[in-house]
T-cell receptor, first 110, second 114 residues
Framework: GENVEQHPSTLSVQEGDSAVIKCTYS??????FPWYKQELGKRPQLIID?????GEKKDQRIAVTLNKTAKHFSLHITETQPEDSAVYFC?????????FGQGTELSVKP | GAVVSQHPSRVICKSGTSVKIECRSL??????MFWYRQFPKQSLMLMAT?????????EQGVEKDKFLINHASLTLSTLTVTSAHPEDSSFYIC??????????FGPGTRLTVL
Protein backbone atom coordinates (compact mmCIF):
# COMPACT_ATOMS: atom_id res chain seq x y z
CA GLY A 1 0.00 0.00 0.00
CA GLU A 2 0.83 3.67 -0.06
CA ASN A 3 3.39 5.09 2.35
CA VAL A 4 3.94 8.81 2.86
CA GLU A 5 7.04 10.22 4.53
CA GLN A 6 7.10 13.84 5.71
CA HIS A 7 10.03 16.02 6.81
CA PRO A 8 10.91 17.82 8.96
CA SER A 9 8.89 16.82 12.01
CA THR A 10 9.40 20.29 13.55
CA LEU A 11 10.24 23.59 11.90
CA SER A 12 10.87 26.92 13.56
CA VAL A 13 11.15 30.11 11.50
CA GLN A 14 11.18 33.85 12.13
CA GLU A 15 8.14 35.84 11.11
CA GLY A 16 8.50 36.90 7.49
CA ASP A 17 10.76 34.00 6.52
CA SER A 18 9.73 31.15 4.24
CA ALA A 19 8.92 27.61 5.36
CA VAL A 20 9.23 24.46 3.26
CA ILE A 21 7.85 21.04 4.13
CA LYS A 22 8.61 18.01 2.00
CA CYS A 23 6.82 14.70 1.45
CA THR A 24 7.57 11.58 -0.52
CA TYR A 25 5.13 8.87 -1.51
CA SER A 26 5.64 5.30 -2.62
CA UNK A 27 2.77 4.42 -4.94
CA UNK A 28 2.98 5.88 -8.43
CA UNK A 29 -0.79 5.33 -8.81
CA UNK A 30 -1.53 8.10 -6.28
CA UNK A 31 -2.94 11.08 -8.11
CA UNK A 32 -4.16 13.62 -5.58
CA PHE A 33 -2.03 15.36 -2.96
CA PRO A 34 -3.71 17.64 -0.40
CA TRP A 35 -2.14 19.59 2.43
CA TYR A 36 -3.95 20.11 5.72
CA LYS A 37 -3.35 22.52 8.60
CA GLN A 38 -4.39 21.39 12.06
CA GLU A 39 -4.44 23.58 15.12
CA LEU A 40 -4.34 21.95 18.54
CA GLY A 41 -7.54 20.03 19.29
CA LYS A 42 -9.20 21.10 16.06
CA ARG A 43 -10.09 19.55 12.74
CA PRO A 44 -7.64 19.37 9.83
CA GLN A 45 -8.37 22.12 7.33
CA LEU A 46 -7.51 21.81 3.66
CA ILE A 47 -5.16 24.62 2.67
CA ILE A 48 -4.11 23.59 -0.83
CA ASP A 49 -4.10 20.53 -3.05
CA UNK A 50 -2.57 19.41 -6.31
CA UNK A 51 -3.38 16.72 -8.80
CA UNK A 52 -0.91 14.58 -10.67
CA UNK A 53 -1.43 16.33 -13.98
CA UNK A 54 -0.12 19.62 -12.55
CA GLY A 55 3.42 20.48 -11.46
CA GLU A 56 2.79 23.54 -9.34
CA LYS A 57 -0.10 25.40 -7.75
CA LYS A 58 -0.13 28.68 -5.85
CA ASP A 59 -2.65 30.40 -3.62
CA GLN A 60 -1.44 33.72 -2.20
CA ARG A 61 1.38 32.88 0.25
CA ILE A 62 1.04 29.14 -0.17
CA ALA A 63 2.36 27.01 -3.02
CA VAL A 64 2.71 23.32 -3.66
CA THR A 65 5.04 21.62 -6.13
CA LEU A 66 4.85 18.05 -7.35
CA ASN A 67 7.56 15.92 -8.96
CA LYS A 68 5.88 12.77 -10.20
CA THR A 69 9.08 11.19 -11.42
CA ALA A 70 10.74 11.48 -8.04
CA LYS A 71 7.44 10.93 -6.19
CA HIS A 72 7.78 13.90 -3.96
CA PHE A 73 5.80 17.06 -3.29
CA SER A 74 6.45 20.11 -1.19
CA LEU A 75 4.58 22.88 0.58
CA HIS A 76 6.01 26.38 0.48
CA ILE A 77 4.77 29.15 2.75
CA THR A 78 6.19 32.61 2.14
CA GLU A 79 6.12 35.65 4.43
CA THR A 80 5.18 33.50 7.40
CA GLN A 81 3.04 34.96 10.17
CA PRO A 82 2.53 33.81 13.78
CA GLU A 83 -0.95 32.57 12.86
CA ASP A 84 0.67 30.09 10.47
CA SER A 85 1.89 28.19 13.54
CA ALA A 86 0.20 24.77 13.50
CA VAL A 87 0.77 21.17 12.49
CA TYR A 88 0.79 20.58 8.76
CA PHE A 89 0.01 17.22 7.18
CA CYS A 90 0.57 16.11 3.63
CA UNK A 91 -1.41 13.25 2.18
CA UNK A 92 -1.55 11.10 -0.92
CA UNK A 93 -4.77 9.76 -2.32
CA UNK A 94 -5.39 6.56 -4.16
CA UNK A 95 -8.98 5.82 -5.13
CA UNK A 96 -10.32 8.36 -2.65
CA UNK A 97 -8.46 7.01 0.39
CA UNK A 98 -6.04 9.46 2.03
CA UNK A 99 -2.76 8.30 3.51
CA PHE A 100 -1.20 10.95 5.71
CA GLY A 101 2.37 11.90 6.42
CA GLN A 102 3.60 12.11 10.00
CA GLY A 103 3.05 15.85 10.30
CA THR A 104 5.26 18.92 10.70
CA GLU A 105 4.90 21.22 13.68
CA LEU A 106 5.56 24.71 12.37
CA SER A 107 6.38 27.46 14.83
CA VAL A 108 6.59 31.05 13.57
CA LYS A 109 8.32 33.32 16.05
CA PRO A 110 7.38 37.02 16.07
CA GLY B 1 -20.26 25.14 2.11
CA ALA B 2 -18.93 21.58 2.76
CA VAL B 3 -19.58 21.51 6.50
CA VAL B 4 -19.21 18.31 8.50
CA SER B 5 -20.42 18.05 12.07
CA GLN B 6 -19.59 15.48 14.72
CA HIS B 7 -21.33 14.67 17.97
CA PRO B 8 -20.44 14.52 20.77
CA SER B 9 -17.32 16.66 20.88
CA ARG B 10 -16.17 15.07 24.12
CA VAL B 11 -17.20 11.92 25.95
CA ILE B 12 -15.97 10.30 29.11
CA CYS B 13 -17.14 6.78 29.84
CA LYS B 14 -16.38 3.86 32.08
CA SER B 15 -14.45 0.86 30.88
CA GLY B 16 -16.73 -1.76 29.33
CA THR B 17 -19.39 0.63 28.05
CA SER B 18 -20.15 1.42 24.41
CA VAL B 19 -19.96 4.87 22.87
CA LYS B 20 -21.61 6.08 19.68
CA ILE B 21 -20.21 8.96 17.65
CA GLU B 22 -22.22 10.62 14.87
CA CYS B 23 -20.82 12.26 11.77
CA ARG B 24 -23.06 14.38 9.54
CA SER B 25 -22.49 16.22 6.29
CA LEU B 26 -24.69 19.30 6.67
CA UNK B 27 -24.82 20.82 3.21
CA UNK B 28 -23.85 18.07 0.79
CA UNK B 29 -24.45 14.41 0.19
CA UNK B 30 -21.50 12.26 1.16
CA UNK B 31 -21.11 9.18 -0.99
CA UNK B 32 -18.20 8.12 1.17
CA MET B 33 -17.30 8.79 4.78
CA PHE B 34 -14.06 7.97 6.54
CA TRP B 35 -13.18 7.42 10.17
CA TYR B 36 -9.76 8.25 11.61
CA ARG B 37 -8.20 8.14 15.02
CA GLN B 38 -5.42 10.42 16.15
CA PHE B 39 -3.23 9.98 19.22
CA PRO B 40 -1.56 13.03 20.79
CA LYS B 41 1.18 14.51 18.59
CA GLN B 42 0.63 11.85 15.94
CA SER B 43 -0.83 11.70 12.48
CA LEU B 44 -4.31 10.70 11.41
CA MET B 45 -4.69 6.97 11.04
CA LEU B 46 -7.46 5.75 8.75
CA MET B 47 -9.65 3.20 10.49
CA ALA B 48 -12.33 2.50 7.91
CA THR B 49 -14.12 3.69 4.81
CA UNK B 50 -17.88 3.56 4.57
CA UNK B 51 -20.26 3.96 1.67
CA UNK B 52 -23.95 4.57 2.12
CA UNK B 53 -25.92 1.37 2.31
CA UNK B 54 -22.98 -1.01 2.28
CA UNK B 55 -20.60 -2.52 4.78
CA UNK B 56 -17.58 -0.55 5.85
CA UNK B 57 -14.11 -1.47 4.68
CA UNK B 58 -11.71 -1.65 7.59
CA GLU B 59 -7.98 -1.01 7.48
CA GLN B 60 -5.61 -3.74 8.48
CA GLY B 61 -5.37 -4.12 12.24
CA VAL B 62 -8.69 -2.42 12.99
CA GLU B 63 -11.18 -4.74 14.69
CA LYS B 64 -14.51 -4.50 12.90
CA ASP B 65 -16.40 -6.04 15.84
CA LYS B 66 -15.03 -3.42 18.18
CA PHE B 67 -15.50 -0.39 15.93
CA LEU B 68 -18.95 -0.73 14.41
CA ILE B 69 -19.64 1.62 11.52
CA ASN B 70 -23.04 2.33 10.06
CA HIS B 71 -23.58 4.62 7.07
CA ALA B 72 -27.35 4.82 7.12
CA SER B 73 -27.84 7.71 4.74
CA LEU B 74 -25.93 10.04 2.44
CA THR B 75 -25.53 12.52 5.29
CA LEU B 76 -24.98 10.35 8.37
CA SER B 77 -22.39 7.82 9.50
CA THR B 78 -21.95 6.49 13.02
CA LEU B 79 -19.02 4.88 14.77
CA THR B 80 -19.72 2.78 17.86
CA VAL B 81 -16.81 1.85 20.06
CA THR B 82 -18.00 -1.30 21.79
CA SER B 83 -16.80 -2.39 25.23
CA ALA B 84 -14.43 0.55 25.40
CA HIS B 85 -11.18 0.25 27.34
CA PRO B 86 -8.64 2.89 28.36
CA GLU B 87 -6.45 2.10 25.34
CA ASP B 88 -9.34 3.20 23.11
CA SER B 89 -9.02 6.73 24.46
CA SER B 90 -8.19 8.91 21.50
CA PHE B 91 -9.34 11.70 19.20
CA TYR B 92 -11.74 10.26 16.63
CA ILE B 93 -12.29 12.31 13.46
CA CYS B 94 -14.63 11.64 10.57
CA UNK B 95 -14.47 13.03 7.08
CA UNK B 96 -16.93 13.10 4.24
CA UNK B 97 -16.47 13.20 0.51
CA UNK B 98 -19.06 14.35 -2.04
CA UNK B 99 -17.65 11.95 -4.59
CA UNK B 100 -14.49 13.81 -5.44
CA UNK B 101 -11.01 13.29 -3.99
CA UNK B 102 -11.53 16.08 -1.48
CA UNK B 103 -12.39 15.14 2.08
CA UNK B 104 -13.98 17.53 4.55
CA PHE B 105 -13.28 16.82 8.17
CA GLY B 106 -15.53 16.93 11.20
CA PRO B 107 -14.36 18.70 14.38
CA GLY B 108 -13.47 15.44 16.11
CA THR B 109 -14.58 13.62 19.25
CA ARG B 110 -12.30 13.34 22.26
CA LEU B 111 -12.99 9.96 23.90
CA THR B 112 -11.69 9.26 27.39
CA VAL B 113 -12.26 5.82 28.84
CA LEU B 114 -11.75 5.56 32.59
Amino acid sequence: GENVEQHPSTLSVQEGDSAVIKCTYSDSASNYFPWYKQELGKRPQLIIDIRSNVGEKKDQRIAVTLNKTAKHFSLHITETQPEDSAVYFCAASQGGKLIFGQGTELSVKP
Amino acid sequence: GAVVSQHPSRVICKSGTSVKIECRSLDFQATTMFWYRQFPKQSLMLMATSNEGSKATYEQGVEKDKFLINHASLTLSTLTVTSAHPEDSSFYICSASPGTDTQYFGPGTRLTVL
